[in-house]
Each structure stands twice: as structure tokens, then as C-alpha cells.
């Protein structure tokens, strides 16, 4: 089990079989932001989602279930699926053909769209050598009438769920922050001007799972997936939860 279990288990040996009143402060406030009606005696129910879904833990008080994403450490990966996938998503949200080719390009990095190439660049060279044709990219990625569909596939939903997360925690059972589901869409929305070198939709960079730049068999695979990255998630949440203190 690894670093990420361990800790959403944490959370889950926390709040199971609790009152609302044997609650810490921190705690507290979340339960009262999640839930409408609850009084000091209302018992929690939590457990882990056995499924590799954006809900890594349920709460529950009497019926009403909440769906909970945990994130913890640094550079923090929020979605990965293979590149087949990725594609059909843009072409069915009516990315243009020309983007959809300089990503792959960008993908791969070795002179082809489809991973068939022997000179392998990494980031960093590539971007050395196509930094304008990753801007054009990203000028399309973030676009109002793609970023909507962005944060409910990479961090609200998924590609292989229903439901909608309601709450994303970030930290561990003793210290952690946390932000609602229409505080995460405020947060990347209002940022989808920013700058990046890489390719990115808004704070979330977009990359190959594993560049595979020494062409070791073991890892090769993983250049055919794409995984989405919110690697300044601490800061944005601080940043945002400042400025609402401070407006």
C-alpha cells in the first residue's frame, strides 16, 4: 500500500465512528461546510473507495453521502489515462486537428505523432526548438469552451465515474487545507491566462506519464499515457483562500 493509501486511511480512522462533537476545530469547520442540519450528536460514517476513481473517501451523516479527493507531498499528479483516450476527449470536444497533432508531437518528442520515432528529446530540448509552436497550443488548451470539460475529466470526475467530487483535501489527518468543488473550478478558471513553457490547461501541465528518453523496455509504456499534474496546488489553494480573507 502505498504512501497515498496509507494516508486517505488516515482520514477515513479519523472521522469513522465519531460524533460531531469529538471533532477538532479543523474538522469541524469541513463537516459544517459539507453538510446542512447536524448537530453535535450526529454520527460520522466514513470508508475508502476500493475503486480508482477521483473519490478517494466517502463521509457520511444519516443519508447524505459526500465524495472526498485526497492529495498529499509535491508535484501531485491528479489524473492519468492512456493517449488514445486523451485525444478522442479533444477531438470530441472539438479541439482543431492542427492542435491535436502538435501534441502529439509534443508528447512523444521524437519527430513523429505516433511514438515511432529513434531521436528522443527531452522536455527541455524540445522546448528549446518548438517554444513558439507550445504557445499557439496553449493559447487553444485555454480556451473557456475547453477548460470546463478539463477540470470535470482531471479532477472532478473522471473518465469512469458519474459523480462529482465534493470536496479536495490536501495534507495529512493532522494538517491538511481543503477547497470545494466550485472553489476548484474558481481557482483553475481564473488562471487559464497564465504562462507556462510546457503545455498546460490553465495550472494543470499536461505530459507524457514517462518520456522514456534511455529506451528502457520496463518503462516504455508509459509514454503512451498522458498524465495531468497540479504542481502548485498548495499555493493556489493558500493564494485563494487569502484573497477571499482579504476582499
Not at 15 to 20: A, E, S, Y
Not at 141 to 169: A, M, P, S, T
Not at 179 to 191: A, D, G, M, Y
Request: net charge positive; charged share 25%.
Amino acid at each position: 500500500m502505498n504512501n497515498g493509501y496509507i494516508n486517505e486511511q488516515q482520514f477515513v480512522n479519523y472521522l469513522n465512528g465519531k460524533k460531531i462533537k469529538q471533532l477538532n476545530p479543523l474538522y469541524l469547520d469541513m463537516m459544517n461546510k459539507l453538510f446542512e442540519n447536524i448537530s453535535e450528536e450526529s454520527i460520522i460514517k466514513s470508508w475508502r473507495n476500493p475503486f480508482l476513481q477521483k473519490t478517494d473517501i466517502y463521509i457520511k451523516i444519516n443519508d447524505n453521502i459526500k465524495r472526498i479527493s485526497i492529495k498529499c507531498g509535491n508535484k501531485n499528479s491528479v489524473h492519468v489515462e492512456p493517449i488514445s483516450e486523451f485525444i478522442h476527449f479533444l477531438i470530441d470536444n472539438k479541439i482543431e486537428r492542427k492542435y491535436i497533432m502538435s501534441y502529439l508531437k509534443y508528447h512523444y518528442a521524437d519527430g513523429t505523432t505516433n511514438g515511432s520515432g529513434t531521436n528522443r528529446l527531452s522536455a527541455a530540448e524540445y522546448k528549446i526548438k518548438y517554444q513558439e509552436e507550445i504557445d499557439i497550443l496553449n493559447k487553444r488548451f485555454n480556451q473557456n469552451d475547453i477548460i470546463g470539460k478539463v477540470i470535470d475529466r482531471f479532477i472532478l470526475k473522471g473518465n469512469n465515474d458519474i459523480n462529482y467530487i465534493d470536496l479536495l483535501i490536501y495534507g495529512i489527518p493532522e494538517d491538511f487545507i481543503y477547497i470545494t468543488r466550485e472553489e476548484i473550478k474558481e481557482i483553475i478558471q481564473n488562471k487559464i491566462n497564465i504562462y507556462s513553457t510546457g503545455v498546460h490547461f490553465s495550472v494543470l501541465s499536461c505530459q507524457p506519464l514517462n518520456r522514456c528518453l534511455n529506451n528502457n523496455q520496463k518503462y516504455d509504456s508509459r509514454r503512451y499515457c498522458v498524465q495531468i499534474k497540479w504542481y502548485s496546488l498548495f499555493d493556489d489553494i493558500i493564494e485563494y483562500k487569502n484573497n477571499k480573507v482579504c476582499s
